[in-house]
């Protein structure tokens, strides 16, 4: 059902990039909180060093108690039994709190990692340029990193913090055999190693699950978070479409399930196959030493020793070397973490900020492109410019390439040929950052921030979002500023009514936010497209009446499906199969009594 894959090539060796992986998520938990990370290996190394004294308490109680048995004077012995009980519980009393202390540490530390990591991703995630973003094979990847990256993180630096627990429970387990018989140490340990190259094949064999089941994993997010929004329930209810999601949902789950459940199954096969040498051992080990206690050769004290340090010794030697796979198995997976951290974007940012004056303005020279991961050409040979203080208006079919210009303009792709200038310079020649801060752009697919309106808008240009007067300067540009007002809170209305005395706009009112968080950007090239399709025609005549009274000292691109907005542009391209099909005034293009003037006329005969 699934196909095979491999494990991704390195190219550094294992040891090398294991500890360059450890180092970058060490960095991560010492960045979020370096006292929780030595409190927690502190507290671990302190409980890991009490096992040895219980162990010889344990015996000297029971050496104790027998000695003495039929002895008429028993107040000495029972003073010491006394003291080494309470001793004892003490000591229990110690580990108790530790293990406690520690647990806390560790809950508090993994939060922390995780909210930390939310905050990381998410800035790395921006860096990156759309192409690699939008790859299959990145979002397959990433979505792992998503799912996964939160508890494998902890499951590299708690195994290590646990380092003291099996060394000194190793050490509290291994002095008593030494002395008794050494070879009996090493055979513990031998006995231990099969388990431990199974628990490391299978570490191998979980990760390389999660590369096979990444696209279904990716769909099952998909669907459950569509079927679960609230701002796709009104669709589902009309399209009575919730069945049929749910269905190919668990569709989606059956076989991601069952794949699992045949891989546990195995697992559990395997792992028992494991414990069988030391079952075995433990069995004839243990068993000898209270054969040679009831032979007299040793006291059963001694003989309750070496049992507990058998078991002791098999505990702290397994635990530390699971510990060890355990990094390995988180590593494998954390290892795509730092792969992503330190993925580089695919375009090398260039060096020159953009001009305070523009004495040029937009050329696109002979411009061919198609997205990745298609053969068909988007555009195909554009021409054209745009004067510094110019506005224009870009129309044409659905599919015509419109978009796409303004994707290329903000440097998101790179043209396959042909190249884009602004002011006289290649776009990709300017610090990414300080280009698209000259940069206000509107795109169909908006953002609705849920944060109070003024945040909404305030957002356009973030250094200034506590700036009310002028938000509402915005507001009152493209016609909102009186429904916000309405607001119970006015400009501190949360935008959503999932949070307290929110609302939610309509999409013709989000329209107009989102338009005013542009405006309020204050750039010197604005592109908007369709920034009024859910407005009506006179509402929207008022609105590009004032933005282009706002913008008569800026460049202004206007993507719209509406004639009768466009033709107050200075010039006009009509866009056609990805190609400028013409080029000019209104009242030019009407004369020539082409495609556009036969669009134009159409449309009219529409509103009559």
């Given at each position: 059902?699934?196909?095979?894959i491999?494990?991704p090539?390195?190219?550094?060796?294992?040891?090398?990039?294991?500890?360059?992986?450890?180092?970058?998520v060490?960095?991560?938990a010492?960045?979020?909180?370096?006292?929780i990370?030595?409190?927690?290996?502190?507290?671990?190394s302190?409980?890991?060093?009490?096992?040895?004294?219980?162990?010889?308490?344990?015996?000297?109680?029971?050496?104790?108690?027998?000695?003495?048995?039929?002895?008429?004077?028993?107040?000495q012995a029972?003073?010491?039994?006394?003291?080494?009980?309470?001793?004892?519980?003490?000591?229990?009393?110690?580990?108790?709190?530790?293990?406690?202390?520690?647990?806390?540490?560790?809950?508090?530390?993994?939060?922390?990692?995780?909210?930390?990591?939310?905050l990381?991703?998410?800035?790395?995630?921006?860096?990156?340029?759309?192409?690699?973003?939008?790859s299959?094979?990145?979002?397959?990847?990433?979505k792992?990193?998503?799912?996964?990256?939160?508890?494998?993180?902890?499951?590299?630096i708690?195994?290590?913090?646990?380092?003291?627990v099996?060394?000194?429970?190793?050490?509290?387990?291994?002095?008593?055999?030494?002395?008794?018989?050494?070879w009996?140490?090493?055979?513990?340990?031998?006995?231990?190693?099969?388990?431990?190259?199974?628990?490391?094949?299978?570490?191998?064999?979980?990760?390389?699950?999660?590369?096979?089941?990444?696209?279904?994993?990716?769909?099952?997010?998909?669907?459950s978070?569509?079927?679960?929004?609230?701002?796709?329930?009104?669709?589902?209810?009309?399209?009575?479409?919730?069945?049929?999601?749910?269905?190919?949902?668990?569709?989606?789950?059956?076989?991601?399930?069952?794949?699992?459940?045949?891989?546990?199954?195995?697992?559990?096969?395997?792992?028992?196959f494991?414990?069988?040498?030391?079952?075995?051992?433990a069995?004839?080990?243990?068993?000898?030493f209270?054969?040679?206690?009831?032979?007299?050769?040793?006291?059963?004290?001694?003989?309750?020793?070496?049992?507990?340090?058998?078991n002791?010794l098999?505990?702290?030697f397994?635990g530390?070397?699971?510990?060890?796979?355990?990094?390995?198995?988180n590593y494998?997976f954390?290892?795509?973490?730092?792969?992503?951290?330190?993925?580089?974007?695919?375009y090398?940012?260039?060096?020159?900020?953009?001009?305070?004056?523009?004495s040029?303005?937009?050329?696109?020279?002979?411009i061919?492109?198609?997205?990745?991961?298609?053969?068909?050409?988007?555009?195909?040979?554009?021409?054209f410019?745009?004067?510094?203080k110019?506005?224009?208006?870009?129309?044409?079919?659905?599919g015509?390439?419109?978009?796409?210009?303004?994707?290329?303009?903000?440097g998101?792709?790179?043209p396959?040929?042909?190249?884009?200038?602004?002011?006289g310079?290649?776009?990709?020649?300017?610090?990414?950052?300080?280009?698209?801060?000259?940069?206000?752009v509107?795109?169909?697919d908006?953002?609705?921030?849920?944060?109070?309106?003024?945040?909404?808008?305030?957002?356009?240009a973030?250094?200034?979002?506590?700036?009310?007067?002028?938000?509402?300067?915005?507001?009152k540009?493209?016609?909102?500023?009186?429904?916000?007002?309405?607001?119970?809170?006015?400009?501190?209305?949360?935008?959503n009514?999932?949070?307290?005395?929110?609302?939610?706009?309509?999409?013709?009112?989000?329209?107009?936010?989102?338009?005013?968080?542009?405006?309020f950007?204050d750039?010197?090239?604005?592109?908007l497209?369709?920034?009024?399709?859910?407005?009506?025609?006179?509402a929207e005549?008022?609105?590009?009446e004032?933005?282009?009274?706002?913008a008569?000292?800026?460049?202004?691109?206007?993507?719209?499906?509406?004639?009768s907005?466009?033709?107050?542009?200075?010039?006009?391209?009509?866009?056609?199969?990805?190609?400028?099909?013409?080029?000019?005034?209104?009242?030019?293009?009407?004369?020539q009594?082409?495609?556009y003037?036969?669009?134009?006329?159409?449309?009219?005969?529409?509103?009559?």
């Amino acid at each position: 059902m699934f196909p095979k894959i491999k494990l991704p090539k390195f190219e550094i060796s294992p040891i090398k990039r294991f500890l360059f992986t450890y180092k970058k998520v060490l960095k991560i938990a010492w960045d979020v909180n370096p006292n929780i990370l030595i409190l927690v290996t502190l507290a671990n190394s302190f409980w890991g060093l009490t096992n040895l004294p219980s162990l010889y308490i344990n015996k000297i109680l029971i050496d104790l108690v027998i000695s003495n048995l039929g002895n008429p004077n028993l107040s000495q012995a029972i003073r010491l039994i006394v003291f080494l009980i309470a001793l004892r519980a003490l000591i229990e009393f110690i580990r108790s709190g530790l293990s406690r202390i520690s647990s806390s540490l560790v809950n508090n530390l993994a939060e922390g990692m995780v909210a930390h990591l939310d905050l990381i991703t998410g800035r790395k995630v921006n860096s990156l340029d759309i192409p690699t973003i939008e790859s299959p094979d990145f979002q397959d990847k990433y979505k792992k990193i998503e799912r996964e990256a939160n508890n494998r993180l902890w499951g590299m630096i708690g195994p290590l913090t646990n380092i003291p627990v099996g060394f000194f429970t190793i050490v509290s387990g291994i002095i008593p055999l030494l002395s008794f018989n050494p070879w009996i140490s090493l055979l513990v340990v031998i006995v231990t190693i099969p388990d431990v190259f199974i628990n490391a094949k299978l570490a191998k064999k979980d990760y390389q699950v999660v590369e096979v089941l990444a696209p279904k994993w990716r769909l099952w997010d998909w669907i459950s978070s569509h079927i679960k929004n609230s701002r796709h329930f009104y669709e589902n209810k009309i399209l009575s479409s919730t069945g049929y999601l749910i269905k190919k949902l668990a569709k989606v789950q059956k076989e991601v399930l069952e794949f699992q459940y045949q891989r546990r199954m195995r697992r559990v096969y395997l792992r028992t196959f494991g414990d069988i040498l030391p079952s075995l051992l433990a069995l004839l080990v243990n068993a000898y030493f209270f054969i040679q206690a009831l032979m007299g050769k040793i006291s059963l004290g001694t003989a309750q020793l070496l049992y507990s340090a058998t078991n002791t010794l098999a505990l702290g030697f397994s635990g530390l070397l699971n510990d060890a796979v355990s990094v390995y198995e988180n590593y494998l997976f954390v290892s795509d973490l730092t792969w992503f951290l330190d993925l580089p974007s695919a375009y090398n940012p260039g060096k020159f900020s953009v001009s305070e004056v523009f004495s040029k303005g937009i050329e696109f020279k002979n411009i061919w492109f198609k997205y990745p991961n298609s053969d068909a050409w988007v555009l195909k040979g554009v021409n054209f410019s745009i004067k510094p203080k110019e506005n224009i208006a870009i129309v044409g079919e659905n599919g015509a390439g419109k978009t796409t210009l303004i994707k290329l303009l903000c440097g998101f792709y790179k043209p396959n040929k042909g190249e884009i200038l602004v002011n006289g310079r290649n776009i990709f020649d300017y610090n990414p950052e300080k280009y698209w801060n000259s940069l206000g752009v509107l795109f169909q697919d908006f953002s609705e921030y849920p944060f109070t309106a003024r945040e909404s808008m305030g957002l356009g240009a973030v250094k200034k979002v506590n700036k009310l007067k002028e938000i509402q300067k915005a507001a009152k540009l493209t016609g909102v500023d009186s429904f916000i007002e309405s607001l119970p809170l006015g400009y501190e209305n949360p935008l959503n009514k999932e949070f307290d005395k929110g609302i939610s706009p309509s999409k013709g009112q989000w329209q107009r936010i989102a338009l005013a968080r542009i405006l309020f950007r204050d750039s010197k090239i604005i592109a908007l497209d369709e920034p009024t399709s859910n407005v009506d025609p006179k509402a929207e005549e008022e609105i590009f009446e004032k933005i282009i009274k706002l913008a008569k000292e800026k460049i202004l691109i206007l993507i719209s499906h509406r004639f009768s907005t466009v033709r107050r542009a200075d010039k006009i391209l009509l866009l056609d199969n990805g190609k400028v099909l013409e080029e000019g005034t209104h009242e030019q293009l009407m004369k020539q009594n082409r495609e556009y003037s036969h669009l134009f006329e159409l449309q009219a005969k529409g509103y009559q």
